[in-house]
Every structure is written in C-alpha cells, then in structure tokens.
C-alpha cells in the first residue's frame, strides 16, 4: 500500500498559551457504486488524530498514531474498513490534536522551537482496489471542532456548545465549511506504527471526596496515570475545570511540585463547557495526566457526587509476561508499586514521569529495562522507540537525553550512563526473548557510538562528559558524590561488553574485536587511575563508586571480597542508609545479595 501523498491543515497558526486555536474537524466524502471486500485506510496525524468512517470511530487507542519527531519518523497507522462502507456517498472524518507535532507545552525541553513545528495536519489513503485510491486533498473541508485547546502536557478545553451534530457523516451538509489548505510535507521516513496502542487498562472510583479552595477533592487512591471521565447533568453554560495532581501539602492538594514546567493555570487542566439539559459525558483524547487526585470546581454540592468523575487509566497496551509474590509483604508492596510506576510511566515508550515532564529519558529506560522484561512483554514498544532513537543519533555518533526531541538534549541530559539505552534495550530483550532481530536492528548504530566514545577518551584514556549518578539521596541531583569520569567510564565499559557480545552473537567478530578493545582500555586506565589497589577503594569514596567497581567488574574476582568489605563499611558510615542516586541503586542490591 502506498503512502499518501499529500498533508493538509485547517490553519497555518500554530497558537498557544496566549492564543487558543481550536483542534480541527477535517471531512472528506466519496462515492461507491460497489462496496468492495477489502479497503485499506491509511492515516497519519500530526500530531494526534481521531478517524471515524461514516461515522464510527475506528482509532487504535489513546493520542494515536505515536509520540514522535516527525522529521525523523511519520507515523501511519492502517485499518481494514470495508465492513464499514456502503453504496453511495461514504465520509472520512478526522479530528486532529496538536501532540508532539505542536507540543508548546514543551518549552522547558525546547519543543516550542523544533523545526518540525506546525499546525496539526493530516494525510490518509483508502485503497478499495489496484486501480483506485481516495486521498487528503484540497477537497477536504474543515471547521473547528469543539476542543477549543489541547496540549499534550497541560490539557484539554472542550465546549460541548460548539459541537457540530454529524459532522462526520455522509449526509451533512458541509458548504459552510472552508477547504483545506496543503500543508508542508513532514521530512520524516514514512513508517506504520507497530508499538502497542494506548488503551484504558481499568476504572478507579472515588474513595473520598472533601471540600477544598471552592470546589472538591477526589481522592482515586491510586497514583498511576490517564484521565478523568466526566459525566454531568449540567447547566447551559456551566464550567467545569478539573485540575489532577498527585501531591498533599499540609491537607491539600498542590500542583506546585510541576514547578516552572508548566505555566499558572495550565498544570494537567480539563476544562469543560455544558451544553445543559440533558446528561454530558466527556473524555479528554488528546492528552494524558499522573495523578492520584482531582480537585473539580464550578460544581454544586449536589453535582459533586462519586459518579461525577471516574478515573480512566491508561498506559501501551503490554501483555504480562511475569509476576511475583513472597512472604514478606514489603517486598509485594514494592514489587506492586515497581509494576505501577513503570504501566504509569510507559505510553509508547518508557517516560521518566507521567505528572511533570512526560519526556522519553533514556537513563529512566535503561535502569528499568530489565525488570519491565520481567514483568511485561514491552518487545514491540522497544523496538519502535529503538528506530526513534536511531534516527535521533547525530552525524557525530551522539545520542540526546531524551527521545523524541527536537535540537535539545545532545549538550546536557545525555551522556554514556543515559546513551547506554541504545545497547541495553536490544542486549536484555535479546538475553529474554531470544529474538536476534533486535540486534540485527541496532548493531551498526550501537557500532557507530563505541566509535563515539572511542573518539572522545580523554588524556587518562576515560570517558569524562555527561550526567552522572543521578538524584542521589539528599543530594542535589547533578552534584553526585561519584565522579563522573569514574562512574561514565565504567558505563562506557559496561557498553563495550554488551556490544561485543551483541557483535558476537551476529557474526560481526571485526567488531566484536573492536568492542573488546575499548573496554579492555577503559578497565586497564579505570583500574591505573580510579581505583586505589593498596585500600581496594574506588575514586568518590562512596556507596555507588564501589558498588559500580565491583559490579561491572573493574576489581579482579580475587579483589572483589576486600572490596565488599569496604562497601559495607561505607554502608556502616551512613548507618545503614542509600547514599546512591540511579547508578548505584541499579546495582548495589544485586551485590548484597551476591555476597550473602
């Protein structure tokens, strides 16, 4: 099946905060003398879509078609409609969210600036046969639809007044609507989405419902992440705004801890618009929010009862591959609270945090990635995120902190210990699964990035740029007690080992060789230079210096017990407390275990 060939828009204004464009209503009809046994409907959105075929809804899940960079990757996704039309006139109707593709929301990471940037367009093909196609083109009409704001970090404004009663029907009567303007082409490869969709996974009801500021605190008692479904007998005109947080301070709920990443007023908000009469449901599509509760204001008491919000929790679509349980009830907690977070943190791709930034960090992925293929089936996920980040890789052979991004995240945020995700992703999935196409997929850009670092050693032979060990315990999160040289080269290291296994495991034994040498540089130099072989102590001094050491594998086996030793004295020092940011939690349980 061919790919459209042309993107068409409502509007060229991209809008924001200050000016709120409304999301588009784009139609299109056509006409069969035949419905034909197969039809294939191919549709992208920039960034979001909703399809419908003659009025029934057919998307795949939640913000489809996939989070993305669209000048690297334009995202498809393709249905099989044919049961869905019929002699005579048909309609495509699309209503399109803002997403990735205008995501102003973004500004701290720069999302405001890519060069990708533009008003929500859309493409679609409907192939009925080898000789006939139905296309995006100036003969679709558009007109506002009653989203009247969203954005995929703040939120989503609907005006129920401004519906428009089927619009995405044959039948209507759409003169009054303007034509569609020809959008500019997305320079991303064109590509159909295999992640697994977002879907609602179960609804939370209220466990309590307190007055507060005005309006009423809905406690879901869960912290996990989606939206909030709204169903209200309301007055014509009434509005109703919703704000989701996941914080009490002293009694209340504050949205405060988003700090300076969203402006006043917009910290994960819906806001709704009665039409009056009778009964009102909404749910917003276009964005999501982490969040245990919702303070909703502009109801009455009466209004404000526990049918009046449910909690629709969402997260990509992932089978369960594991589950664990023990006699020691803090560790099933632990174990419950380690699967939530990752569900709440996994919408296509693993994110660092589904209430604050909704960024793809690399790190966050990295250090989870093992225990996500333990509990889940994220295989598809990764891979399409792989093919993201692959793309994200600059001519230098540098990775970003974040993926998608648009320039940001290649000078600050990266770094060896957060890039290793190019490697870890394919090495744990393959160790897992025994599927090699993750490897064949990604070997020659995981090549491309040891000859990265291999370029960039400084004069002691050590890696020395990028984050560190991140959020240690009451620390400043990027003033880490372990040096950065020491713990990047040992991750520089730890990338050489999986790559040349990797490499050996396809046959590559050129690069397999190539790998081996870089860590057996890294290690030698680590070993003259960081490690202090009269104490057995790694340079820092601390908890995730000598964990690290010891760990991957820099001490010498007949080392390693002396080592410990002076592990657990570190451990002593802080009376038995974490002194480790991500680096060292990754592994220092690991090591307790090992020695018993």
Same mark, same amino acid.
């Given at each position: 099946?061919?790919?459209?060939?042309?993107?068409?828009?409502?509007?060229?204004?991209?809008?924001?905060?200050?000016?709120?464009?409304?999301?588009?209503?784009?139609?299109?009809?056509?006409?069969?003398?035949?419905?034909?046994?197969?039809?294939?409907?191919?549709?992208?959105?920039?960034?979001?879509?909703?399809?419908?075929?003659?009025?029934?809804?057919?998307?795949?899940?939640?913000?489809?078609?996939?989070?993305?960079?669209?000048?690297?990757?334009?995202?498809?996704?393709?249905?099989?409609?044919?049961?869905?039309?019929?002699?005579?006139?048909?309609?495509?109707?699309?209503?399109?969210?803002?997403?990735?593709?205008?995501?102003?929301?973004?500004?701290? %990471?720069?999302?405001?600036?890519?060069?990708?940037?533009?008003?929500?367009?859309?493409?679609?093909?409907?192939?009925?046969?080898?000789?006939?196609?139905?296309?995006?083109?100036?003969?679709?009409?558009?007109?506002?639809?009653?989203?009247?704001?969203?954005?995929?970090?703040?939120?989503?404004?609907?005006?129920?007044?401004?519906?428009?009663?089927? %619009?995405?029907?044959?039948?209507?009567?759409?003169?009054?609507?303007?034509?569609?303007?020809?959008?500019?082409?997305?320079?991303?490869?064109?590509?159909?989405?295999?992640?697994?969709?977002?879907?609602?996974?179960?609804?939370?009801?209220?466990?309590?419902?307190?007055?507060?500021?005005?309006?009423?605190?809905?406690?879901?008692?869960?912290?996990?992440?989606?939206?909030?479904?709204?169903?209200?007998?309301?007055?014509?005109?009434?509005?109703?705004?919703?704000?989701?947080?996941?914080?009490?301070?002293?009694?209340?709920?504050?949205?405060?801890?988003?700090?300076?990443?969203?402006?006043?007023?917009?910290?994960?908000?819906?806001?709704?618009?009665?039409?009056?009469?009778?009964?009102?449901?909404?749910?917003?599509?276009?964005?999501?929010?982490?969040?245990?509760?919702?303070?909703?204001?502009?109801?009455?008491?009466?209004?404000?009862?526990?049918?009046?919000?449910?909690?629709?929790?969402?997260?990509?679509?992932?089978?369960?591959?594991?589950?664990?349980?023990?006699?020691?009830?803090?560790?099933?907690?632990?174990?419950?609270?380690?699967?939530?977070?990752?569900?709440?943190?996994?919408?296509?791709?693993?994110?660092?945090?589904?209430?604050?930034?909704?960024?793809?960090?690399?790190?966050?992925?990295?250090?989870?990635?093992?225990?996500?293929?333990?509990?889940?089936?994220?295989?598809?996920?990764?891979?399409?995120?792989?093919?993201?980040?692959?793309?994200?890789?600059?001519?230098?052979?540098?990775?970003?902190?974040?993926?998608?991004?648009?320039? $940001?995240?290649?000078?600050?945020?990266?770094?060896?210990?957060?890039?290793?995700?190019?490697?870890?992703?394919?090495?744990?999935?393959?160790?897992?699964?025994?599927?090699?196409?993750?490897?064949?997929?990604?070997?020659?850009?995981?090549?491309?990035?040891?000859?990265?670092?291999?370029?960039?050693?400084?004069?002691?032979?050590?890696?020395?740029?990028?984050?560190?060990? $991140?959020?240690?315990?009451?620390?400043?999160?990027?003033?880490?007690?372990?040096?950065?040289?020491?713990?990047?080269?040992?991750?520089?290291?730890?990338?050489?080992?999986?790559?040349?296994?990797?490499?050996?495991?396809?046959?590559?034994?050129?690069?397999?060789?190539?790998?081996?040498?870089?860590?057996?540089?890294?290690?030698?130099?680590?070993?003259?230079?960081?490690?202090?072989?009269?104490?057995?102590?790694?340079?820092?001094?601390?908890?995730?210096?000598?964990?690290?050491?010891?760990?991957?594998?820099?001490?010498?086996?007949?080392?390693?017990?002396?080592?410990?030793?002076?592990?657990?004295?570190?451990?002593?020092?802080?009376?038995?407390?974490?002194?480790?940011?991500?680096?060292?939690?990754?592994?220092?349980?690991?090591?307790?275990?090992?020695?018993?």
């Amino acid at each position: 099946m061919e790919f459209p060939k042309l993107f068409v828009a409502a509007t060229r204004e991209t809008g924001g905060f200050e000016q709120h464009i409304p999301a588009p209503c784009l139609r299109k009809t056509f006409t069969l003398e035949n419905v034909p046994h197969k039809a294939d409907f191919l549709i992208s959105g920039l960034g979001f879509y909703e399809a419908f075929i003659n009025g029934t809804r057919i998307t795949k899940g939640h913000m489809a078609p996939y989070i993305s960079n669209s000048d690297h990757i334009v995202y498809f996704d393709r249905y099989e409609i044919a049961s869905l039309l019929r002699e005579g006139k048909n309609c495509v109707g699309v209503v399109l969210g803002n997403g990735m593709q205008n995501a102003f929301g973004g500004y701290v %990471w720069d999302f405001d600036k890519t060069a990708f940037r533009s008003a929500p367009k859309a493409a679609f093909r409907l192939e009925l046969d080898e000789d006939t196609a139905i296309e995006s083109d100036v003969s679709v009409k558009t007109a506002p639809s009653p989203i009247v704001f969203n954005e995929l970090r703040c939120g989503e404004f609907y005006d129920a007044n401004k519906e428009i009663a089927g %619009w995405n029907l044959p039948e209507f009567d759409d003169s009054a609507w303007e034509n569609a303007l020809i959008a500019e082409n997305p320079r991303g490869e064109r590509r159909i989405c295999e992640a697994d969709p977002i879907l609602p996974q179960r609804e939370l009801r209220t466990v309590s419902i307190t007055e507060q500021d005005g309006g009423y605190l809905y406690d879901f008692g869960e912290n996990c992440t989606g939206v909030t479904r709204l169903r209200i007998q309301g007055e014509p005109g009434q509005v109703v705004t919703i704000g989701h947080g996941e914080w009490m301070h002293r009694g209340k709920l504050d949205l405060h801890n988003f700090g300076h990443f969203y402006p006043e007023g917009y910290w994960q908000k819906t806001q709704y618009t009665c039409r009056g009469g009778e009964e009102e449901v909404y749910q917003p599509g276009f964005t999501y929010y982490g969040f245990q509760y919702a303070l909703v204001q502009g109801v009455t008491k009466e209004q404000a009862t526990p049918e009046l919000l449910t909690y629709v929790v969402l997260n990509s679509n992932l089978a369960e591959n594991g589950s664990f349980r023990c006699s020691d009830e803090t560790a099933n907690i632990l174990q419950s609270m380690c699967r939530r977070s990752t569900l709440a943190n996994f919408l296509y791709f693993p994110t660092d945090c589904p209430h604050r930034e909704k960024n793809g960090w690399t790190g966050d992925a990295s250090v989870s990635c093992e225990h996500t293929l333990l509990n889940l089936v994220p295989e598809k996920s990764y891979r399409e995120w792989l093919h993201n980040i692959r793309k994200a890789m600059n001519e230098k052979g540098q990775l970003p902190g974040v993926v998608p991004t648009g320039d $940001w995240g290649y000078h600050w945020g990266n770094g060896p210990c957060w890039d290793q995700v190019l490697t870890t992703l394919p090495y744990f999935t393959y160790l897992y699964r025994g599927d090699k196409a993750i490897l064949e997929e990604n070997a020659t850009a995981i090549f491309r990035y040891l000859v990265y670092l291999d370029e960039n050693l400084n004069k002691q032979g050590l890696i020395d740029f990028g984050l560190g060990d $991140w959020v240690q315990v009451s620390r400043e999160a990027h003033k880490p007690t372990a040096p950065v040289e020491l713990t990047n080269s040992i991750m520089s290291m730890e990338i050489a080992r999986m790559a040349a296994y990797i490499f050996g495991e396809l046959g590559m034994e050129n690069k397999r060789q190539f790998a081996l040498r870089l860590q057996e540089t890294l290690r030698a130099n680590l070993r003259k230079y960081k490690i202090d072989l009269n104490t057995m102590t790694a340079a820092g001094n601390c908890q995730t210096s000598q964990a690290m050491a010891i760990y991957y594998d820099v001490f010498e086996p007949g080392e390693k017990r002396a080592a410990m030793d002076v592990l657990l004295k570190l451990i002593d020092e802080k009376d038995g407390k974490f002194d480790v940011g991500m680096l060292g939690f990754r592994v220092l349980f690991h090591l307790l275990s090992q020695f018993g």
